[in-house]
């Protein structure tokens, strides 16, 4: 099983840009997650889908949009991108208050 | 807003010598998890202690919650240089929510 996977693994955007990060799992998990990391802040969670078909908002989601293309698949759309959102996103699937299983990040520089 | 806090930002301690971070959140939860990040990487999930537990062991490490004053602890016994990275505890609120709300973290630094 590869878990959670996520391209790319580093990206830089001019601003203005736009661009879709990519995650998928392979363990049959209803809840998917997309967080961004910034030093010293610890994870904010941007957008999250209980099952495939549904998707709300986490803490941060201004800037962003989410599509759950199936169980698998979890996509993450900036459409026009900011220097504010140069972080490092991690992508996460889990089961019901379970733990999470954590992709190994995409490192994004908007420029 | 961050309903973990971890304390404190960071540890140095030697090998061998025990590591306790702690965390303390703001409202009532359903679970608490400890979590790990080594540099560069995603985070790995240590351990789950539910709200109506009071202690949790597995392998070196030992949680214990105090819903009274809203307060876990990681301790990491023995520790070794392998145990350096950052340490993130995360809260849920249960119900319909599904939601992980994490700590800013600890950054444990273990010394050969």
């Known amino acids: 099983n590869a878990g959670v996977t996520q391209t790319p693994k580093f990206q830089v955007l001019k601003t203005g840009q736009s661009m879709t990060l990519q995650c998928a799992q392979d363990?049959?998990?209803?809840?998917m997650y997309w967080y961004r990391q910034d030093p010293g802040m610890g994870l904010r969670l941007i957008y999250y889908?209980?099952?495939?078909?549904?998707?709300d908002k986490g803490e941060v989601p201004n800037g962003y949009n989410v599509s759950r293309l199936n169980k698998r698949e979890f996509s993450l759309r900036l459409e026009s991108a900011a220097p504010s959102q140069t972080s490092v996103y991690f992508c996460a699937s889990g089961l019901r208050y379970n733990e999470q299983f954590f992709g190994p990040g995409t490192r994004l520089t908007v420029l | 807003s961050q309903q973990g806090e971890e304390d404190p930002q960071a540890l140095s301690i030697q090998e061998g010598e025990n590591a306790t971070m702690n965390c303390s959140y703001k409202t009532s939860i359903n679970n608490l998890q400890w979590y790990r990040q080594n540099s560069g990487r995603g985070l790995v999930h240590l351990i789950l202690i539910r709200s109506n537990e009071r202690e949790k062991h597995s392998g070196r490490l030992r949680v214990t919650l105090d819903t009274s004053k809203k307060s876990s602890s990681l301790l990491i016994t023995a520790s070794r240089a392998a145990d350096t990275a950052s340490y993130f505890c995360a809260t849920d609120r249960g119900g319909s929510n599904y939601k992980l709300t994490f700590g800013k973290g600890t950054l444990l630094t273990v010394n050969p």
């Open positions: 889908s209980a099952s495939e078909g549904t998707t």
């Open positions: 363990m049959n998990h209803n809840s």
